[in-house]
């Protein structure tokens, strides 16, 4: 009886052992993406604007902490001819800071590479890609929207108002647990 106990002893110890390298593991990296909206306003020189922020960790242990919003090379294009010049652009944390973050997703390192691979689609779009009706911010935004997994399509009542958009958006998706921002 004492080597079948002696036995028993060793299956816990090994069981508690093993138990203690699992809680030991670091936690699955992950990487959150941001949703934001800027008011904007003409007398400030910023129209209203959307974009989306990436921050996390990925398996690797490289730190993510980046952002990207679609628009026009120039206002003054973008808004007297169709289609203008476009560019990827990115905020500085001050600007990200004045920003509404109205929710946030987690997703797979996976779907982070094919959410940069698609801002890399935008960037690199042959030609002039910019049109204030048909592909702005906010149908950028949709795009990354609708790859982690949301409903995000873009109503013509909403397409030069970034905020109210993504409050759109919010209740469309109501599973995100995020509130309308005013």
């Known amino acids: 009886m004492t080597s079948l106990g002696n036995f028993g002893r060793m299956i816990a110890a090994l069981v508690l052992a093993l138990a203690g390298l699992a809680l030991?593991?670091?936690?699955a990296a992950q990487v959150q993406v941001s949703f934001h909206s800027?008011?904007?306003?003409?007398?400030?020189?910023?129209?209203?604007?959307?974009?989306?922020v990436f921050e996390g960790q990925l398996d690797t242990?490289?730190?993510?902490?980046?952002?990207?919003?679609?628009?026009?090379?120039s206002t003054t294009a973008a808004m007297t001819s169709k289609p203008a010049e476009h560019e990827i652009i990115v905020e500085?944390?001050?600007?990200?800071?004045?920003t509404n973050r109205h929710f946030t997703v987690t997703v797979?390192?996976?779907k982070y590479r094919e959410l940069r691979a698609e801002v890399e689609r935008w960037?690199?779009?042959?030609?002039?890609?910019?049109?204030?009706d048909e592909n702005n911010c906010i149908h950028f935004v949709a795009a990354?929207?609708?790859?982690?997994?949301?409903?995000?399509?873009?109503?013509?009542?909403?397409?030069?108002?970034?905020?109210?958009?993504l409050n759109y958006i919010t209740r469309l998706n109501p599973d995100l647990g995020a509130e309308e921002i005013d």
């Open 24 to 27: 030991a593991t670091p936690a």
């Open 38 to 52: 800027f008011n904007g306003s003409i007398f400030f020189g910023r129209y209203p604007h959307t974009f989306v």
């Open 61 to 73: 242990g490289d730190r993510i902490d980046e952002n990207f919003g679609f628009s026009a090379k």
């Open 92 to 98: 500085t944390a001050k600007q990200i800071a004045r």
């Open 108 to 110: 797979s390192d996976a």
């Open 123 to 132: 960037r690199n779009h042959p030609g002039k890609f910019y049109d204030l």
């Open 144 to 165: 990354m929207a609708r790859m982690v997994g949301l409903q995000a399509d873009v109503p013509e009542d909403y397409l030069k108002k970034p905020k109210a958009w």
